[in-house]
Each structure stands twice: as structure tokens, then as C-alpha cells.
């Protein structure tokens, strides 16, 4: 197994496969920081990491489009860094 394919969320190894599509959705989305405040949970949408109003910040503190919702772990290797990637081609 190539370890270069796969990508390490949350301890569990994923094949860099499974989550490119995903990554690729939500680089066109916007995020911002926010603690999740609905009664129900929802699901990372890369990851599908668990977010849901708790004590345990891993699980209540996300990024959300305002609809849909990633695990800090995921924007900070996925999004944020290929964010700064653009930013320097895009100054606006
Ligand atoms: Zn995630």
C-alpha cells in the first residue's frame, strides 16, 4: 500500500480517493467557524465525523456554509490549506 494515497482524519486512514470529490465540493463553498447549535447532529461532510451540540468541542465546534457542516480536522488539512494556495493567486 502507497501511504502517499491515503490521508489520516481523526486517526483513521482514508483512501485520498474516497474524499477528493468531497474536498473538491467543499473548496467552492465558504466556511466560517461555528459551534453547532442545532437540536439534532449532523455529519462532517468529508469525514463524516459526527457534529452535535455537546461539551466536547472535537464534536460541537465546526465550519458550516451556513447548510452544510466539515470537522475542524478536515478544513484545517483540506480547505485551509488549499485556501491560502488560491489566495495568493486571487487577491480579492
Ligand atoms: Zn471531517
Redesign the pocket.
Known sequence: MNSADNVV??GKEWKQSDVKEQIEFCLTKKWSLANFKKPNHDH??????TLVKTEDENHSVGYTDGYRW??R??YHQFIESADSRFASNCPA
Not at 462532517?44 to 465525523?49: L, T, V
Request: proline content about 0%; overall charge negative; charged content about 15%.
Open positions: 482524519i481523526h462532517c461532510e468529508i469525514c463524516w465525523w466539515l470537522c480536522e478536515c
